[in-house]
């Protein structure tokens, strides 16, 4: 009889969501690729915990999200996940789908887009502030193929960042488009091979970082806020907005590196 081998230890579960840092700027990867990087309750979860992290986190200025793979950036809801019991993890989190679609999230959020991101996928793509899509990359919203609404922002947001008759034309259609048509329509800002797209979208993040982060944040918040006031509100809410900037420690800073021509130190403050 031949002797036993020792039993072999579980393999760990790998974790749905890892990070990196890159100096200012947090790298977050979706890590299923092997279900397109869709969002289950435990990814849920973890990019609730991590995003309520990075908003606290004041040595990060700015993050970048990603999936794993080139098959998809995020398929949306993992459907399998939601009809096996785990619908109230998935739909939980205050901040909407992912933790990320209702999040009002203060830091510059680049969306690098390294494969196809479709119906909750897209809506995540949205809720980011700037956008790097691989080559092969599309985006749609094909909940109206299977009887659903895009309920994740895709159909509060789509209609703001493209022409109207297109948004519509998406939602009704369901019928996704590439990365080169979002680009030309002002939704992508960067198409890159796929192999450079979470390089590009990390110096394009570290490119924001260069910037002093009261001002950057001050900057998305008085967009975000202004295209739903009319213009005297939006100046109101403008003043009150860049007082605190330009009374910070990194206004004069700027004006003092600029004046003896070297590279500000930024404080964040």
Do not use: Y
Request: proline share 5%; hydrophobic share 45%; glycine share 8%.
């Amino acid at each position: 009889m031949s002797e036993m081998s020792e039993p072999t230890a579980p393999r760990e579960q790998e974790p749905p969501v890892l990070r990196e840092r890159h100096g200012r700027v947090e790298l977050v990867r979706l890590n299923r690729e092997k279900a397109r990087n869709a969002i289950d309750g435990p990814t849920t979860k973890a990019l609730d915990a991590i995003f309520d992290e990075l908003a606290e986190d004041d040595d990060v200025w700015a993050v970048v999200l990603t999936g794993s793979g080139e098959r998809a950036f995020c398929a949306g809801m993992d459907l399998k996940a939601f009809a096996s019991g785990q619908a109230g993890d998935i739909l939980a989190s205050k901040n909407g789908f992912a933790g990320l679609a209702a999040r009002r999230f203060e830091k510059p959020l680049v969306a690098a887009v390294n494969g196809p991101a479709l119906a909750g996928g897209f809506e995540i793509v949205l809720s980011c502030d700037l956008v790097v899509a691989a080559e092969h990359a599309t985006f749609g919203i094909p909940e109206v193929k299977r009887g659903l609404v895009a309920a994740g922002g895709g159909l509060i947001r789509l209609e703001r960042v493209l022409p109207r008759n297109i948004a519509l034309e998406m939602a009704l259609t369901g019928e996704p488009i590439s990365a080169a048509r979002a680009a030309a329509l002002g939704l992508v800002n960067r198409v890159v091979p796929g192999t450079e797209v979470v390089g590009t979208a990390l110096e394009l993040a570290e490119a924001i970082c260069n910037n002093a982060p009261l001002a950057v944040r001050a900057s998305k918040e008085i967009m975000r806020r202004a295209r739903d006031l009319d213009e005297a509100a939006a100046w109101k809410m403008n003043g009150e907005l860049t007082l605190p900037v330009f009374t910070s420690k990194d206004a004069i800073e700027g004006a003092t590196a600029f004046s003896e021509r070297r590279q500000p130190r930024w404080q964040g403050a």
